[in-house]
């Protein structure tokens, strides 16, 4: 993939998640459900911004460490997702059970959108294959952990609110890999451009 372009694309997607999450919140949910947009927009620094400081600060100042748990890291990460996942579902069983279904389809149809129109919408612009690839990725996969993790904290009162979540986070892996490992399947390269 585009390397700078992924990480530009995931900080300007982070940044905008801090300021946007609490306003579309209080502006899509505000009239059915009081929604707390300062104590939303804290949580979501806290959950968003506070690790990537950390994650700077520890590359730049210790990074043997870094360099130690690096290997581990993806792995830690993926586990922690699946397990709150994995309790989200777990924990709303029963109305899994009877509106899965279309639950599944919600996130399926958002999803395979997202890869699919990032990927088509870049090729149209003329983006070289690998420059589309990345931003496809970019656009099917959202932080679906953040969106759980902000439900469970803030709509308790509303237990499913973080189940979309967490059949999203499944989701956009699972699509997210298979992708990954078609495009393995066929390396691009990057188009050289006329000086």
Known sequence: SNVAL???????????AIVMTPLLTKWLAGKYVPVDALGLFLSTVKIVLAPV????????????????????SPLVSVLTITLICASIIGSSAKDFARSGGELILAVLLLH??????????????RCD???SRTISVEVGMQNSGLGAALAREHFAALPLAALPCAISATFHSVIGSVLAGLWRLRPAAL?????
């Open 53 to 72: 400081i950390g994650g700077v600060a520890l590359n730049r100042y210790a990074p043997r460490v870094v360099k130690m748990v690096l290997p581990v």
């Open 191 to 195: 188009r050289q451009r006329d000086g």
């Open 112 to 125: 395979t959108g997202g890869f699919f129109l990032g990927y088509f919408a870049s090729r149209l612009l």
């Open 129 to 131: 294959e690998l420059t």
């Open 6 to 16: 992924s990480v530009l694309m995931t900080m300007c997607s982070t940044l905008g």
